[in-house]
């Protein structure tokens, strides 16, 4: 060891002085580890999404989902799986998995709160069907719902209109298309091939007829928001086209019911319609319109918030997500 004195420049001073500061501002200084972990908390979303459009508010509600084998052969029923399987892996998609998420749309005009479609309500719990609930989220109670419009019969639309046997939405009318009902109310729907969809619309929709409007091709619900037939997926399957000051919006309810493969190839048969050439054309002939004139749409099952655009592309459409579109003027 050397007993010479030890030089030390100005400037390897001024550095270790800061060195320490920061050690000490940052509390690493003389301690141990710190035991960062926390525990995993799983996947979680948005419950619901608010755009303003012209004069109206439109509100998305998430209502759960539920993950199985597909696309095919849900989607592209008549294909074979590996031409359904190669387009997924196109699109950044699983090829064997895929997940159905629910997503009901209130429309606040202003002078009426409506809600398009209810959820699965009991029956698919707890992965989904917590409509009332989510509408809490969303500053809603179920009791201001004015009027309930449904797309079309099947139990994950209507699954929620009754809540441990009395009305989910106790001070609603219903609206609903004329065709639809006229070929699921009748009592014999409830027995047969029709049996499980029947049921639920004995016990969910016939008790509420006497409060219900039905509809035909390009009626109103109330101005502003017309039903257009689109039938195919259900006998009597409505969309509903939106303006408000000169803002547009389509809810499409399930005549394409994945993002991708309903899309871009729309003439692929699909499990749940119930006439496939019939679906396709509406397919065709509504996002067709939709991609024309540039317009929104809100789709139940598009990946939420499910709000977004289509384009041609190829010889179907591609789906294009909203982003700030609705946020400025």
Known sequence: MSDKPTLVSRRA???????????????????????????????????????????????????GFIALDGPHPIFGQDQEPEAVEALAVENFLPPKRMT??????????????ILFDTGNGAGRRPNAGHLRALLANAGYTPEQIDIVVLTHFHPDHIGGLMEDGAPAFPNARYVTGQVEYDFWSPAEKASGPTERVGKLVQSNVVPFADKMSFLGDNQDVVSGITGMASFGHTPGHMVFHIESAGKRMMI???????????????????????????????????????AADKIAFSGYHMPFPNVGYVETYGDGFRYVPASYQFAVD
């Open 13 to 63: 001073a001024m550095l270790g002085a800061v060195g320490t500061t920061a050690a000490l501002a940052t509390g690493i200084v003389g301690t141990a580890p710190a035991a960062a972990a926390a525990p995993m908390l799983g996947a979680h979303g948005p419950t619901h999404q608010r755009i303003k459009l012209g004069e109206f508010e439109v509100t998305v509600i998430h209502d």
């Open 100 to 113: 159905i998420g629910f997503s009901p749309v209130v429309v606040n005009t202003g002078s009426e709160l």
């Open 252 to 290: 499409t309810g399930d005549i394409a019911n994945h993002y991708v493969v309903s899309l871009q190839k729309p003439d692929w048969h699909v499990r749940f319609d119930m006439d496939k050439a019939k679906a396709a054309e509406a397919r065709r002939k509504v996002f067709g319109m939709i």
